[in-house]
Nanobody, 115 residues
Framework: QVQLVESGGGLVQPGGSLRLSCAASGSIFRMIPMGWYRQAPGKQRELVAVITSGSSTNYTDSVKGRFTISRDNARNTAYLQMNSLKPEDTAVYYC?????????WGKGTLVAVSS
């Protein structure tokens, strides 16, 4: 069964950094644009960053200059490097294809930014 598993979340102080990982169980993801999404408490899930199969990237305005999406196709893994974290970045972070597919939503990984 093809699936995506997120990891790397945790509690961090404002201004800190975290690196999220998204491990894909199938090599199909090497050829597909991937995205990182997040859902904050009481809010709708939003797209944070996208990376194409050719590693072109795009970000939502609120994270530009702070977050970096990357992928290692040999490892079937996507990453989200998050720097200068703010309390408003607190959310459950998910990876999925872009556009997202209902079949690939996982449990996500919680990022909590608080002093």
């Amino acid at each position: 069964q093809v699936q995506l598993v997120e990891s790397g979340g945790g509690l961090v102080q404002p201004g800190g950094s975290l690196r999220l990982s998204c491990a894909a169980s199938g090599s199909i993801f090497r050829m597909i644009p991937m995205g990182w999404y997040r859902q904050a408490p009481g809010k709708q899930r939003e797209l944070v960053a996208v990376i194409t199969s050719g590693s072109s990237t795009n970000y939502t305005d609120s994270v530009k200059g702070r977050f970096t999406i990357s992928r290692d196709n040999a490892r079937n893994t996507a990453y989200l490097q998050m720097n200068s974290l703010k309390p408003e970045d607190t959310a459950v972070y998910y990876c999925n294809t872009h556009p997202a597919s209902m079949r690939y939503w996982g449990k996500g990984t919680l990022v909590a930014v608080s002093s």
